[in-house]
């Protein structure tokens, strides 16, 4: 079907050499920076006292 009919076009699978989502890739590092500098924070603010 094409667009004059009204329906969506329709395209086959689009096979990039990219197998990761970026965006989740992005959250987790995120979070695993999070992690460490709160990690690091707590270890150096326990051998203050």
């Known amino acids: 079907y094409s ?9 086959g699978d ?3 050499s990219v197998n990761v989502d970026l965006v989740e890739v992005g959250i987790i590092f995120v979070f695993a ?11 150096g603010y326990g051998k203050k006292k």
């Open 14 to 16: 689009n096979r990039t």
């Open 3 to 11: 667009r004059l009919e009204g329906f969506p076009s329709m395209f």
């Open 33 to 43: 920076v999070l992690a460490i500098v709160s990690f690091v924070i707590v270890l």
